[in-house]
């Protein structure tokens, strides 16, 4: 089943703060953070695993709440480059048969204006 | 920069067509995805595999088939291409340690079914 995610899309200003919601009716092993510019391809932006840890690439942080099956993004104070669309994406198992399968959420657009 | 690259970048094909859409990484990953986006509903998963010739279904399968003979290499096949079809397919690899997989997409390819 698709994760949700809030909100659908967010305008904001340089400097503003924003956080993006990813929520699941199944129990989670890791939560995947990607985001898309318009006419590119999707860019990993970090990982939550159950327990804690947290593998990322950029300056942008998030949370995983393993009893309520959410994550959140956290982008503070936002740049132009920001923008794009936001993705999570979802692995359920994580044993050898889950072979890396995630599910992905339908996508929440960031705008950020000078 | 994950080394995959896709082929052909941009399709235009007729309604009963057969398509092959070529997905190439230089990385050596076991695991390999093929996803196609449409406005409103993300990134789905149409076929996925977890090695040479080893390959199973994903969400959205029906009407798609793929094939993978050598490890850098993942086909995916419209046998009959239908309007429906039409959509953005991306191609992605799975990296890192059970549990973790860190997906990384290729370009992907603009599939337009006429």
């Known amino acids: 089943q698709q994760p949700v995610q809030s909100p659908q899309a967010v305008i904001l200003r340089e400097g503003e703060d924003a956080v993006i919601n990813c929520s699941s009716s199944?129990?989670?092993?890791?939560v995947h953070w990607y985001r898309q510019k318009h006419g590119e391809a999707p860019v990993f932006l970090m990982i939550?695993?159950?327990?804690?840890e947290q593998k990322g690439h950029e300056k942008i942080s998030a949370s995983f709440n393993e009893k309520k099956q959410q994550s959140s993004l956290y982008l503070t104070a936002s740049q132009l480059s920001y923008s794009g669309t936001y993705f999570c994406?979802?692995?359920?198992?994580?044993?050898?048969?889950?072979?890396?399968?995630?599910?992905f959420g339908q996508g929440t657009i960031l705008t950020v204006h000078p | 920069d994950a080394g995959i690259t896709q082929s052909p970048r941009h399709k235009v094909t007729e309604t009963g067509t057969p398509v092959t859409l070529r997905c190439h990484q230089t990385?050596?990953?076991?695991?390999m995805y093929w996803y196609r986006q449409d406005p409103g509903h993300g990134l789905r998963l149409i076929h996925y595999?977890?090695?040479?010739?080893?390959?199973d279904k994903g969400e959205v399968s029906d009407g798609y088939s793929v094939s993978r003979s050598k490890t850098e290499d993942f086909l995916l096949t419209l046998e009959s291409a239908t309007s429906s079809q039409t959509s953005v397919y991306f191609c992605?690899?799975?990296?890192?340690?059970?549990?973790?997989?860190?997906?990384?997409f290729g370009p992907g390819t603009r599939l337009t079914v006429t």
């Open positions: 994406g979802l692995l359920v198992n994580a044993g050898g048969t889950s072979y890396g399968k995630l599910t």
């Open positions: 199944k129990a989670l092993y890791s």
């Open positions: 939550l695993l159950k327990g804690g």
């Open positions: 990385e050596n990953h076991r695991y």
């Open positions: 595999s977890y090695g040479v010739k080893d390959t």
């Open positions: 992605a690899i799975g990296s890192g340690t059970s549990g973790s997989y860190e997906q990384y």
